[in-house]
């Protein structure tokens, strides 16, 4: 994510039986801090995740409360999609929290991959039982995501396409999330996560990570 990071997204959520669009914007210096605000739908409009070290808040502005979101509760959907509040605002860290074993090379479309296990430290306050991760081999630009329980099952499949380069950061700017079991019943259901616009390593308001500003209205743009 480089030393920050700044990106408009949209979002299309698919739950089989219902579609809808989020627009957002999101904010994140290094592990430690990231914010969100929701631009559309209008009744969404200035709802907000604030995170700083491992805890997180989220701002609801038809009551004008902060409320905090217990760490029982980060892997409930964020706002209906596919993601999950750790993965919006990626309060675990897979270089911190987890130990890693390189497995094999796969071809995963025209590229070639590193598999990696990435299992965590006994004491990581993480949400995960393990996850996968496949990098390209070329640039280590995320391909793939599997994520599981404690029990090891399959919960979710996170795949990254569309990588572009910004300055000397390159991302997969389409990642789509599903989600086992729905998608078993809903063969169609998914989120689609797009990065509309991006920028890395621009100086950020160290007092744009407060619960102050998750309370005030955001500017649509970057």
Not at 24 to 40: C, D, M, P, Y
Not at 48 to 63: C, D, E, F, K, S
Not at 204 to 210: A, G, P, R, V
Request: one cysteine or more; glycine letters at 4%; proline letters at 5%.
């Amino acid at each position: 994510r480089g030393e920050s990071f700044q990106a408009q997204v949209s979002m299309f959520v698919n739950n089989g039986d219902n579609q809808r669009t989020l627009n957002f914007r999101t904010w994140s210096q290094g592990q430690e801090n990231a914010v969100i605000k929701i631009l559309q739908p209008t009744k969404d409009r200035d709802t907000a995740n604030l995170r700083m070290g491992i805890n997180l808040w989220q701002y609801l502005p038809n009551v004008e409360r902060i409320v905090k979101i217990p760490p029982t509760m980060m892997l409930q959907s964020w706002m209906g999609s596919d993601f999950t509040n750790d993965d919006l605002v990626k309060s675990s860290s897979l270089t911190r929290d987890y130990t890693h074993q390189t497995e094999k090379k796969e071809i995963l479309g025209n590229d070639m991959a590193v598999k990696i296990i990435c299992i965590p430290k006994p004491e990581a306050p993480v949400a995960w039982g393990k996850i996968i991760v496949w990098l390209r081999e070329a640039d280590t630009v995320p391909l793939r995501q599997e994520y599981y329980s404690e029990n090891g099952e399959l919960l979710k499949i996170m795949e990254g396409n569309e990588i572009r380069t910004f300055g000397k950061h390159t991302i997969p700017t389409r990642l789509v999330m599903t989600t086992v079991k729905k998608q078993a019943s809903h063969p169609k259901a998914q989120t689609e996560l797009r990065y509309e616009k991006v920028v890395f390593d621009q100086k950020i308001d160290q007092n744009l990570f407060s619960q102050e500003f998750i309370r005030k209205p955001v500017k649509n743009t970057l």
